[in-house]
């Protein structure tokens, strides 16, 4: 029996699996999909909020800023990018004015740092491309970009050092009480644990609903987003965010962390939990509408466009915590926006409840660093030829457009939780993420994922599942 098994390897799943890492007990994540950050944490404005606008007083608004404050030292230990470049959020009009003086106001008793309002001239030395009809804006210095995909797979491949086990490909299909916990039926077998941690992102409510009579109930919420090729670094410097509605905050225009431009996202709620299908129409209404905060965006240098699903759960807060009619089931429920921000405090306040739960002791020796994949670009000229000395792969570019070395996808697939697929790699070690978007590299990687995992070239996949890249072969290689 395990003590407790985690539902979902998203960013909350894995943020409280590297948590528990730190305590003695078994530790088992479920993951319906093939790989880590493959739903809600994979497609998102990959952000940190500094916490001004979350409701005084709200879930959000205390998971938020704590977990703001705990993203220096976590990125420092996963050896992962985090910038705080601040962000700004606009108004156009004077009435707009005490909207932003409220959300100043909001923010400060959230316990935001360094909030400020700065007005049309300071603006244009901040912002060169602000919109002409922007008057004012709200500061707020703590803000930050990150990679989402680098920091669910840090966390997990942490966790994972640390002795949590992870269970890819098991959708969960029951979960009912068993004799001291729970039984969690799947498609590949049967699983007891004393507690579960439901993180199942937009399915969590079939989850807590299977074991609770206090229902909820989630709609996706699609956010389209397009993305400019790193030739428009540098156009924008800080999150630029619009008076927030009541459909959340807009559309944003951002750097990201690797020197692109990410541009979004739309707000449409559905009803289908598994349908990211990008729409012209939605690609049109971002870029129309960025334009009331950032004037003559270069889209002609938009690379790829994208949509995630956001977990909105109808009361628009976060769920969190025991179950109170379900006794050892613990809900990471409706994480939406600020989710990513708040989910290194999510999994240490989800830890220490199971902690007390259980009476679990901490480990002697937890190991907290963990190195990421090398990054030749990244060394001197002399180090990098000594690299490529003493590992010839390294010398040997697979993506041209992001300048990916085989090496390195070597060590995508080969370490811990490593990349089982092309968009593992991708996620891992961006091959396929420029401008060409893989038209160039994927024959390639799919040889290395081939050689590696001792698989056939039908069996490789771009994200698991049914996604086969090769259906069959046009001529037999044994014939003339």
Known sequence: MYDVIIIGAGVIGCAVARELSKYDARVLVLEKNEDVCTGTSKANS??????????????????????????DALCRDLDIPFKRIGSLTVCTDESQLAELEMLKERGEKNGVPGLRIVYRDELLQMEPHIADGVIAALYAPTAGIICPFKLTIALAENACVNGVAFKMNSAVKTIERADGGWRITTADGEYLTKTVVNAAGVYADELNNMVSERKIRIVPRRGDYILLDRAAQGYVRHTVFQLPTKLGKGVLVTPTVHGNTIVGPTAFDIEDKECTAVTAEAIAMVTEKSAVSIKNLPTRQVITSFAGLRAREERGEFILGEAQDAQGFYNCAGIQSPGL??????????????????????????????????????????????????????????????????????????RPMGARSLDGVKRRVRAGMGRCQGGFCSPRVMDILVRELGISMEEVTKCGGDSAIVIGRTKDGDKV
Do not use: W
């Open 46 to 71: 990959a952000i940190i909020h500094s916490g001004y606008d979350a409701k005084n007083g709200t879930l959000k608004a205390k998971f938020n800023v704590r977990g703001n404050a705990m993203m």
């Open 341 to 414: 921000s708040a989910s290194p405090a999510i999994g240490e306040y989800i830890a220490q409840l199971i902690s007390e739960k259980l009476a679990l002791n901490q480990k002697d020796v937890f190991a907290a660093a963990r190195r990421d994949i090398l990054d030749p670009s990244k060394l001197s000229l002399e180090e990098r030829n000594e690299l490529i000395r003493r590992e010839p792969a390294y010398g040997t570019i697979i993506c041209r457009c992001e300048s990916v070395t085989e090496g390195e996808i070597l060590d995508a697939i080969r």
